[in-house]
RNA sequence: GGCCCCUUGGUCAAGUGGUUAAGACAUCGCCCUUUCACGGCGGAGACAUGGGUUCAAGUCCCGUAGGGGUCACCA
């Protein structure tokens, strides 16, 4: 009995793994080019590092000339939901993500780690037949005790050297308990002395030292399924990946790594891992969580209403901090015409900023033409918020409000995200306006009641015309606050402060709280072309 | 605890032995302005710490402190 035997015996009818060497071949790619690939859980939540690894993944491999794909990692059968799978695929495509291969297109599939059972084997039964992997019949409680046991001896946790007990059980043994029904895993037979260290090159970090692995790790579970780190180096062989790039949790595992992918005979791909996204959490920082902190979730977007755009804009900002510069010279750009550097990437954790996503946000919807405004607000109010999209139904009227200083060299930057939209254009819908307390409203500087009645008074007695342009209309603003004893130009009233009541900023800004409710609003001349004369004079009623 | 990594203003960050140590967000002041934004100008604010190496250290080396990651039949 051999190694050979226990193979077969282990894995019968299992084809030999030359087979998919043969189906997969090497991609033929111009120089250059690399293969990245981004590999989710469909466990339901959708992490905001996960949309951040496929928009690194996704940029390097376009401005390579390269394949970006997605592939699901669902060999972990107790996490899996079921429509795990849609929802990341959807995701990705929603936020322009979309990959060149991946469940249902691309020819080095399947692209679900559950459907690829035999291939995994396949590499499995490579490893048995050739004495670097063998079955282990520990049981949990045995693990456990081991574990205990290492812990008091102060050694190393862990199953290798003298404590993988069935590292060097005889074949015969081996086979015998097999063939009884004892359930086992298998188990890679490291072949790595920790008094040795590897120097690895890390496309991100630069150079990492570590002791060579010599953990004898689970490569297929009892359920016949592969371990992360075997699907890996199975995987992104077979797939042909050429820069495998992950969150930095992974690091620890690269020695491991480039052992397994050292004995199966495969290409060393290069490896970037990326600093994770961080949250501050009182005085320290710590990952973005999944369970503590809602904006680790993409669906929390979706439902602020913060554009998908303003999203990635932001995570550019990350990924290469120049990224800022370059938009600020080009404006216009399509965000694929940035080249990002990964060696520029950021190795330690940088802290995931609301504060600064929401400036990057209010900029990228300052872009956007009013159209496009409404069309994504009102996509998002159908959803999430009735009475705005109530408000919205009028889309002639909408885009009127919407295009306010909009299109123009110093658009206005107020809207982060279609949540705040309600408030910041309540006023202009008639029937909302109703609604609001009069009684509340604050007039800033002319607080007075009786002077507030005046102002609006002789403004719409004498003054207001519906069909003056702007100019004439703002003169008459003036003549107003001459007419009242206020400045007509600012200027004039902080030349001699003692002189007038005031000026003409306080007299319109009387105009403006009346009619709007609010001190602060886009330009006054439009919000009352906008309104329209009716509503304006029942507005002072 | 072992192993690995990291540390420049409140935050994100340029920086590859010689810089007045960029820039952005936030903050403050001024200007522009009919309000609020925008925009412009300016202020305050940083190389964790102790030793070395060097004519010269944020940059190289060692120690210390702090932070992070990882040590599963999870990925």
């Keep these: 009995m051999d190694y050979k035997d226990l193979a077969n015996l282990i894995f019968p009818d299992i084809k030999d793994y030359t087979y998919y060497e043969e189906k997969y071949p090497e991609r033929n790619l111009p120089e250059g080019a690399e293969v990245l690939r981004v590999a989710p859980s469909p466990t339901g939540f959708i992490h905001i590092g996960g949309l951040f690894q496929g928009l690194l993944a996704k940029k390097i491999a376009d401005q390579t000339g390269g394949v970006f794909f997605v592939r699901i990692e669902d060999t972990d059968q107790k996490r899996k939901i079921d429509n795990g ?102 188990r890679f037979r490291s072949p790595g002395n920790p008094e040795r260290k590897i120097k690895h090159k890390d496309v991100i970090k630069g150079s990492i030292d570590f002791p060579e692995n010599d953990l004898d790790i689970i490569i297929i579970k009892s359920d016949g399924l592969p371990t992360y780190h075997f699907a890996h180096a199975v995987d992104d062989h077979l797939m042909r990946t050429t820069l495998v790039t992950r969150s930095d949790e992974w690091v620890s595992s690269v020695p491991l790594h480039l052992q397994l992918f050292y004995e199966l005979g495969f290409k060393i791909p290069k490896y970037g891992h990326t600093a994770p996204l961080m949250k501050q959490d009182g005085d320290s920082k710590r990952k973005l969580s999944k369970r503590k902190d809602p904006e680790a979730a993409v669906s929390y977007y979706t439902e602020e209403g913060i554009p998908k755009e303003s999203v990635i804009e932001y995570m550019m900002n990350i990924i290469n901090s120049n990224f800022e510069m370059w938009r600020k010279q080009n404006p216009d750009k399509d965000i694929n015409e940035f080249e990002v550097d990964i060696r520029k990437m950021g190795v330690s954790g940088a802290l995931f900023d609301m504060v600064k996503m929401h400036d990057v946000s209010k900029n990228v919807i300052s872009r956007f033409s009013a159209e496009k405004v409404y069309e994504d607000a009102k996509a998002w109010a159908e959803v999430y918020d009735s009475e705005l999209n109530e408000m919205l139904e009028n889309k002639e009227y909408s885009l009127r409000i919407l295009g306010i200083e909009r299109g123009n060299q110093k658009p206005r930057k107020d809207i982060a995200k ?59 603003m003036k003549d107003l606050a001459g007419e009242l004893g206020y400045a007509r130009e600012v200027k004039e009233f902080k030349a001699n402060p003692d002189g007038y009541k005031g000026h003409v900023g306080d007299i319109s800004t009387v105009i403006r709280v009346t009619l709007t409710g609010k001190c602060n609003t886009p330009d006054l001349y439009e919000i009352i072309r906008i309104l329209g004369k009716e509503e304006i004079l029942r507005r002072v009623k």
Excluded: H
Excluded at 103 to 126: F, H, L, M, T, W
């Design 85 to 186: 799978v849609e929802e990341i695929l959807n995701a990705f495509e929603k936020y322009g993500l979309s990959p060149d291969e991946t469940v249902g297109r691309g020819n080095y599939g399947p692209y679900i780690q559950s459907e690829r059972g035999d291939i995994y084997k396949s590499y499995a039964k490579k490893l048995i037949s050739e004495g670097k992997a063998y079955p282990c019949f520990c049981t949990p409680e045995e693990l456990e005790e081991s574990r205990s046991n290492q812990e008091k001896a102060k050694e190393r946790t862990g199953y290798y050297g003298k404590w993988a007990k069935c590292r060097n059980m005889p074949i015969d043994m081996a086979i015998e308990k097999i063939k009884n029904g004892v359930p086992y895993v298998v």
């Design 418 to 476: 279609w949540s705040d939209l309600k408030d910041i254009i309540y006023y202009m819908y008639p029937e909302k306006f109703n609604k609001m307390d009069k009684n509340a409203f604050e007039y800033q500087k002319v607080t007075d009641k009786s002077e507030i009645e005046k102002i609006v008074k002789l403004y719409f007695e004498k003054y207001y015309n519906e069909n003056d342009d702007k100019e004439t209309w703002f003169n008459k």
